[in-house]
């Protein structure tokens, strides 16, 4: 597993729609164009996450359907849609198969080995907190979800083989109810086993899984969350839901564990919020969402300082990402400008680096996940340039392969605070210390003044070449002076530059 991975997001039903559009035949998973494969090896994707490929139910469609805020999200996002236009939500999952139209189990595993031969892996949803309203556990397995004999708000009636049953939708602590999902209950040894074999059997299926809303599951936050439904309870209750039968330890705290040992090199990525990344980290999640990161950056707030304030380790192991599909499009709020320094950012810092589908060519629609079809929209020719001229002097450099280092810009003069505006990364190959890159970002939306403590080894035996990756710009700097003063930087507003430093051929300094 590359220790940077460069993960791409695809809405899998809406992409295999608009294939099969565009070339007036079926596309499935089973019969992807080549042409699809050679675009994502060109920009260097190492990861495909392919959202939303589970099998969604009749039930689950209908809550899409009568729900009235999300028929005002179709109407403005697709105007003149139809039922057909609708599917139930990728997070409301009723089997973690994949239906015929997308392919089947087949056509996945055909996907996924077209990948591996151009050494790309496959990442799909494991969604933890809860299933669809369409699962056959509600009716088979009802005592692995959170329950009560009698009516409580933001829930469902079931008939089951226990009887009648109210049921709690999964939800976030702070919002009413998922009303399409039902919630599962981690308190419980069985749900937790059920889980963690279900999770086995994903890990069969692909190299990864991004863990929607990971946090909800903490022992903690579970705990506080589902208090006001204790399992022990007057009225009666399924066997296995006494006091007895409670755990307190984190279920990814075995989870993790038990699906590595059979899959060594499998990825686990968290969508993660309230701070609770560093812990998920610790838990033994390979990446955590950095949306602190995000947040800083649409809100023009120093983002740069969020990174170089965190340890290394907390950053390495951070997702980071301006847009994906819980998030607006980033294209209608940042400048070009903006756009183009957040952009490398993102993509030359250390961890992994995470676009989305449309994010490449400037789409500004948020698609909501339920959709099977989107609007065409234009490609912005600005957009898709800075992208593919920033992803190719990545793919062709050092920032992804080698090792990668935040360094702490120093004040370029008493009284100037600028130093603050920027992010700077080096870079340095494994295979050749003397080559590095840096990455040099202003936020700012003015000119910003520093100095950049290069950390080279023999730094001041050589004369420098730097030569903007990015840009036209070409200088000459002797070791010694960046040894002893650091490299001086005076970088205009939103500045977004990738130097590549070699030494200067025949200059041995002593």
């Known amino acids: 597993m590359p220790a940077h991975p460069l993960l791409y997001e695809i809405n899998t039903r809406c992409w295999l729609r608009e294939l099969s559009e565009k070339l007036k035949r079926p596309i499935t998973l089973a019969n992807v164009p080549d042409s699809e494969f050679a675009q994502w090896q060109k920009l260097g994707f190492s990861h495909i996450w392919l959202m939303g490929v589970w099998t969604t139910g009749p039930r689950s469609r209908a809550q899409a359907l009568g729900h009235p805020g999300l028929r005002r999200d179709y109407d403005q996002v697709l105007p003149g849609w139809t039922e057909a236009d609708v599917g139930g939500s990728p997070y409301s999952i009723a089997a973690y198969e994949v239906p015929p139209a997308l392919g089947g189990e087949t056509g996945l595993k055909q996907f996924r080995q077209r990948l591996h031969s151009l050494g790309i892996k ?300 920027f992010l700077l990364v080096q870079w340095t190959a494994h295979s050749d210390p003397s080559s590095f890159d840096l990455l040099v970002i202003n936020l700012a939306p003015h000119p910003s003044q520093c100095y950049a403590p290069l950390q080279i080894a023999n730094l001041s035996a050589h004369t420098w070449l730097m030569k903007d990756l990015l840009g036209s710009e070409s200088y000459e700097r002797p070791g010694p002076d960046l040894e002893t003063r650091a490299l001086y930087l005076d970088a205009p507003a939103h500045a977004a530059q990738l130097f590549r430093f070699t030494p200067k051929p025949g200059t041995i300094n002593t």
């Not at 005592?143 to 089951?160: C, G, I, K, N």
């Not at 705990?223 to 399924?238: D, E």
């Not at 919020?273 to 999640?285: A, I, K």
Request: hydrophobic fraction near 40%; include cysteine.
């Open 122 to 421: 496959l990442l799909l949803d494991f969604v933890p907190n809860h299933l669809g309203l369409d699962h056959p556990w509600i009716t088979e397995r009802p005592e692995l979800f959170v329950q009560r004999s009698e009516p409580m708000p933001d829930a469902f009636q079931q008939q089951t083989k226990l009887g009648s049953r109210w049921f709690a939708h999964g939800k976030d602590p702070y919002f009413p109810g998922w009303t399409d999902t039902v919630q599962l209950d981690y308190r419980l040894p069985v749900t937790r086993d059920a889980m963690t074999e279900l999770l086995a059997s994903i890990a069969d299926r692909c190299d990864g899984v991004r863990c929607d809303m990971a946090m909800l599951i903490l022992e903690d936050i579970f705990a506080k969350t589902w208090q006001h439904i204790p399992l022990a309870s007057s009225s009666p209750l399924p066997i296995g839901l006494g006091e007895g039968s409670m755990v307190t330890a984190d279920f990814w705290s075995t989870a993790i564990p038990a699906t590595k040992k059979s899959h060594p090199d499998f990825l686990f990525l968290a969508e993660a919020y309230w701070g609770l990344e560093g812990r998920l980290q610790s838990l033994g999640f390979d990446y955590t969402y950095d949306k602190t990161l995000y947040d800083k950056l649409v809100a023009r707030d120093t983002a740069s300082l969020h990174l170089t304030h965190s340890s290394p380790q907390f950053v390495t192991a951070s997702a980071h990402f301006l847009e994906n599909h819980d998030e607006p499009r980033i294209a209608p709020i940042l400048s070009l400008s903006e756009h183009r320094a957040a952009a490398l950012l993102i993509l030359g810092s250390p961890g992994m680096r995470f676009l989305h589908e449309g994010q490449l060519t400037g789409a500004r629609v948020k698609i909501p996940v339920q959709l099977l079809r989107r609007p065409k929209e234009p490609v912005q020719p600005e957009v898709q340039s800075l992208y593919e001229k920033t992803l190719t002097a990545i793919h062709d450099g050092i920032v992804g392969e080698g090792s990668a280092q935040l360094l702490v810009p120093r004040v370029a003069w008493p009284g100037n605070p600028t130093e603050r505006d």
